[in-house]
């Protein structure tokens, strides 16, 4: 029998025990870093798959690694678990309605994510032992992806240092195999300290840490005119200093978030934005403090991995969806905003002709049952992912596959909705026997895994990896309910 086969029967067999672990870290939403219960339930499935666990990855308190086998090549598969702030949402309908208002949900569909790598190792695994093959398989437990970059504090730590190739998936509203790349982006309060004073009575005696913010945004806006057209300046005043104008405020912070095509662009930026919360302190006799917060780097494409990923992909095709998938992704269809319609196939597929066909095809149907064509354009597509750490140490690609109807946004109650229906599922299986399959074939063939190693120094250019600071601590996300 073919191993594909096998692979397939293998999921399929195991399919409703996979499902059940989906729905059950569905039920808990746990945001960034803090997802115990999640890791725990992933930590029982690898143990009855019969991984052996490692806890504590790269000292990340929720960062785990289940490991099968030996020696080379290390064949990973990434998971994540962690859910979004403040989309509580209830399965299976197709209307705005939270469980727990401003409680948390699974906008992003990480429920689904790491299930599908854990599928992907154990099918591996099952086929390496039937056939007697060597080599090691491991599933990387992988945290915080929504506003932590657990994946950085892991390659920090070396983490990924010995893997030969990874491999890994995101839920989505269509199917491809990722040629794009993503933004690097770096995250940093600065806070600043100045004197609370009568803001009539004394003002000569104040200094306001909110002007400094102000001063500083400003310098900031001036700066976007001479940075190169693809970074990204956000920010977020997180403490105005409060809510009294008759005082001069002694304290006040900034969050900003800046992104760029490439990691070295992105550490150019924050020097010079260091400057102008520097300037911003002179111009205000305040003093300003720098909190580094994360980072994550761009994704290195493979192109190597992701012809063979496509491969599988195109094989397996997408899952057999029913009539009550249809109906249900028809009244989610309904509801996805006008303007974003089939944005998702627009962005992935190319503008010519075979792009157009595959776009009109798409288009048919309700569901994600088209494969799209791969287009290896390395550009970043506005978005940034952890996986870019990773991408850096060790050949590393993935693929989308559409668990959701067409045209749902991302991060939105639609996602959640879907998040445990039969066609997240379905499509969660499938996800898997592709991975597990361009897994199988790293593992059949050396040549295969020279090529990927190849071709990653090859990008790489000799540029070296940008990490973390050292000392700089994973950390929740603020606010959130968890
Ligand atoms: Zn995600």
Not at 334 to 346: D, F
Not at 430 to 438: C, D, I, Y
Request: proline share 4%.
């Amino acid at each position: 029998m073919d191993n594909r086969v096998k692979i397939a029967d293998f999921i399929e067999s195991r399919g409703a025990r996979y499902n059940e672990f989906a729905d059950e870290i569905w039920g808990y939403a746990e945001t960034a870093f803090r997802e115990h219960r999640s890791m725990e339930a992933q930590i029982r499935l690898l143990e009855e798959e019969g991984f052996k666990v490692t806890r504590n990855v790269g000292d990340v308190e929720t960062a785990f690694c289940g490991e099968w086998g030996s020696g080379k090549p290390v064949i990973a598969f990434l998971g994540e678990f962690d859910a979004l702030a403040g989309l509580s949402q209830k399965a299976g309908v197709a209307c705005k309605d939270p469980v727990e208002a401003g409680a948390n949900g699974h906008g992003c569909g990480h429920n689904l994510l790491g299930i599908a790598s854990i599928a992907a190792a154990a099918a591996l695994k099952k086929i390496m032992a039937d056939e007697g093959l060597k080599g090691t398989v491991r599933y990387y437990g992988c945290p915080g992806e929504e506003g932590g970059s657990g994946k950085a504090f892991m390659a920090r730590e070396g983490v990924f240092d010995d893997v030969d190739a990874a491999l890994t998936w995101h839920p989505a509203n269509c199917n491809y195999t990722a040629g794009d790349s993503s933004l690097a982006n770096t995250q940093i309060y600065y806070r600043f300290r100045g004197v609370s004073s009568h803001a009539a009575a004394a003002p000569h005696l104040g200094r306001s840490a909110l002007d400094a913010v102000e001063l500083m945004n400003i310098g900031v806006q001036f700066l976007r005119e001479h940075v190169i057209q693809e970074a990204r300046m956000h920010y977020a005043i997180t403490d105005a200093g409060g809510v009294s104008p008759n005082v001069v405020q002694p304290y006040a912070e900034v969050l900003y978030l800046l992104r760029a095509p490439k990691s070295g662009q992105v550490k150019d930026i924050v020097e010079r934005v260091d400057r102008i919360a520097q300037g911003a302190a002179l111009m205000t006799d305040t003093v300003m403090e720098k909190d580094f917060v994360k980072s994550c780097a761009n994704i290195v494409n493979n192109e190597t991995l992701e012809r063979d990923l496509q491969k599988n992909l195109e094989y397996y095709g997408a899952p057999a969806f029913d009539e009550e998938d249809k109906k249900f992704a028809e009244a989610i269809f309904a509801t996805t905003p006008e303007a974003g319609r089939y944005e998702g196939i627009i962005k992935h597929v190319s503008k010519d002709e075979a792009g157009r066909k595959a776009l009109e095809e798409a288009k048919k149907y309700a569901l994600p049952c088209t494969i799209l064509p791969y287009v290896p354009t390395g550009i970043a597509q506005g978005g940034s992912t952890d996986v870019g750490d990773v991408s850096w140490k060790t050949p590393t690609a993935q693929i989308y596959m559409g668990t959701w109807a067409n045209s749902t946004p991302g991060h939105s109650w639609q996602v959640v909705a879907q998040g445990k229906s039969a066609m997240a599922h379905k499509a969660m299986l499938q996800a898997g026997k592709v991975l597990a399959a361009t897994g199988l074939d790293l593992i059949l063939d050396p040549e295969l895994v020279k090529k990927a190693q190849a071709e990653l120094k090859e990008r790489l250019q000799g540029e070296t990896y940008v990490a973390i600071p050292k000392g700089v601590k994973p950390r929740g996300l603020s606010g959130a309910k968890n």
